[in-house]
């Protein structure tokens, strides 16, 4: 039998947490806090990390470096934030990327493939949101919503920043609706034998946050375990027999827990 242990969580938001050098990071200050909050709870082969994790990209990427001196692999998905373009960020981030979101990511897949010890998972991506592990097949993406109802229209366009802060020559309708069936064509391609699939969005209606820009419905999970993020509420439960697992340290995170999950084989 085969096992693989992996570390999960995901919703880091590690501007709140690290002390920012040019509205980016402070190394030192960052290597302080993988050494208080990282290195003493490491338990898995593997770290996985589903999503918001900066709106900063090298931020982001140096983070993932500086954590897989403690791991075999780190394996990472972009959030909604990760999409993120504004001049409240950065003076020069519209100029740096063009006014598109889509630049942004593609710097995230230079950087992190510039490292074998970093795996980014996106339908975008070289591996096109797939990765073998040691035998274990393990699919990722940020897996994008589509507002459903008048509510989460209103939500979308009133309060999200997803509408204003993801850039691109479409219009706010047509953005969201284009990274949804873009999200949705991938995962349909998906084949069947998937051990672990990681998204940001969840797969599934969380009651808890009941509005339809926090997650995408399916009609078939293909995969017995999904870690996810994006609500904010920290979960393990089963449904049609797949396991969902959440693990989100939010915007005020006191104890920054790292869980374990166990694949066998």
């Not at 690290?18 to 082969?45: L, Q, W």
């Not at 003076?91 to 995230?108: C, F």
């Not at 990765?131 to 919503?145: E, H, Q, S, V």
Request: with cysteine.
């Amino acid at each position: 039998m085969t096992q693989l242990r992996i570390d999960y969580v995901s919703d880091l938001h590690l501007s709140y947490y690290i002390k920012a050098h040019s509205y980016g990071y402070d190394k030192t200050d960052m290597e302080r806090f993988i050494k208080e909050n990282i290195e003493p709870k490491v338990n898995g082969d593997i770290l996985v990390v589903a999503g918001d994790l900066s709106e900063f990209t090298k931020s982001a990427i140096e983070f993932l470096k500086l954590c897989s001196a403690y791991y075999d692999k780190v394996i990472y998905v972009a959030g909604n934030h990760e999409y993120y373009i504004s001049r409240v960020l950065n003076s020069n981030m519209k100029e740096e990327y063009s006014n598109s979101s889509l630049n942004k990511l593609k710097e995230i897949c230079t950087l992190a493939n510039s490292t074998d010890k970093v795996v980014f998972l996106d339908r975008t991506n070289e591996n096109n949101g797939i990765t073998n592990y040691n035998g274990f097949l393990i699919a990722g993406d940020t897996f994008w919503y589509l507002p459903k109802s008048i509510p989460g229209w209103y939500f979308y366009y009133m309060y999200s920043n997803d509408s204003r802060l993801i850039l691109s020559d479409l219009s706010k309708k047509e953005k969201i609706q284009s990274l949804h069936l873009d999200s949705m064509k991938w995962y349909n391609n998906l084949p069947q034998d998937i051990d672990l699939i990681i998204t940001h969005i969840p797969p599934i209606n969380n009651p808890k946050k009941n509005n339809s820009c926090y997650f995408t419905d399916i009609d078939d999970f293909k995969a017995n375990y999904w870690i996810y993020g994006h609500d904010h509420f920290e979960e393990d439960f089963e449904k049609d027999g797949t396991r969902f697992l959440s693990n989100p340290w939010g915007y005020n995170s006191k104890d920054f827990k790292i869980k374990t999950l166990t694949l066998r084989k």
